[in-house]
């Protein structure tokens, strides 16, 4: 089974400024997922990060809000830009591994001041 | 589009209860079907899926059973230990085209349970 790392494990940032997420896999997976958790919320999906090319977002999401890169198999970074406080939320890192498992990242708890 | 609903929260349960958490969904394909559970300060976790209608998955002592009929699958357990505590989601994913391996999940269900 795939091994994610995901950092940090929690942040807490000033209004206005950016935050990057970065998420590493332990083995090439074939599909890598970014998911919000607002406050008392269930997760949404945010986007779904392609390696070579950009990432496909969902409604609701877009790219200059959340920048997603995806360098190679194993890798793949979210900015959170320009907070607000309405951006506090634990952001979760998924990836699809060639079973067709998904496994989750312990996720970032992100708090806008 | 797809969704998923889950039972209103929180759960508290004494140990050795029996545990249903329901779980229904809408999804305009034949989506596979899952129960994540997300332990205190740790990431989610798959706790059992099922693929197809009438399918049963189970997982530490859990079931739940995929019904077409009335689009559920609701979870079950027949003695909940204090361990258990933890959220639980409900999630379905309706495979094809682009939509592979998404997730749409139900919002989370508390458990508690005391000793």
């Known amino acids: 089974s795939a091994v994610i790392s995901q950092k940090p494990s929690r942040d807490i940032c000033q209004r206005g400024t950016s935050l990057t997420i970065q998420c590493q896999v332990d083995?090439?997976?074939?599909?890598m997922f970014w998911y919000r958790q607002q406050p008392g919320q269930s997760l949404t999906l945010i986007a779904t990060?392609?390696?070579?090319?950009?990432?496909?977002?969902e409604s609701g999401f877009v790219i200059d809000k959340f920048p997603i890169s995806r360098p190679n198999l194993t890798f793949s970074t979210l900015t959170v830009s320009n907070m607000s406080p309405e951006d506090s939320s634990i952001y979760l890192c998924?990836?699809?591994?060639?079973?067709?498992?998904?496994?989750f990242g312990s996720g970032t708890q992100l708090s806008v001041l | 589009g797809d969704s998923v609903t889950q039972m209103e929260g929180p759960v508290t349960l004494s140990e050795e209860a029996f545990l249903t958490i329901n779980c229904t969904y809408t999804?305009?394909?034949?989506?596979?079907l899952f129960w994540y559970v997300q332990y205190p300060g740790e990431g989610l976790q798959l706790l059992l899926k099922?693929?197809?209608?009438?399918d049963k998955g189970s997982n530490k002592g859990f079931e739940a059973t995929y019904r077409k009929e009335t689009t559920s699958f609701h979870l079950e357990k027949g003695s909940v230990q204090v361990s258990d505590s933890a959220v639980y989601f409900c999630?379905?994913?309706?495979?094809?085209?682009?939509?592979?391996?998404?997730?749409?999940f139900g919002q989370g269900t508390i458990l508690t349970v005391h000793p």
């Open positions: 998924s990836a699809r591994d060639s079973g067709e498992k998904l496994f």
């Open positions: 083995s090439q997976v074939t599909m």
């Open positions: 990060a392609n390696q070579g090319s950009e990432a496909t977002y």
């Open positions: 999804a305009t394909g034949y989506p596979s």
């Open positions: 099922a693929t197809k209608a009438d």
């Open positions: 999630a379905l994913s309706d495979y094809g085209g682009t939509s592979y391996g998404k997730l749409t």
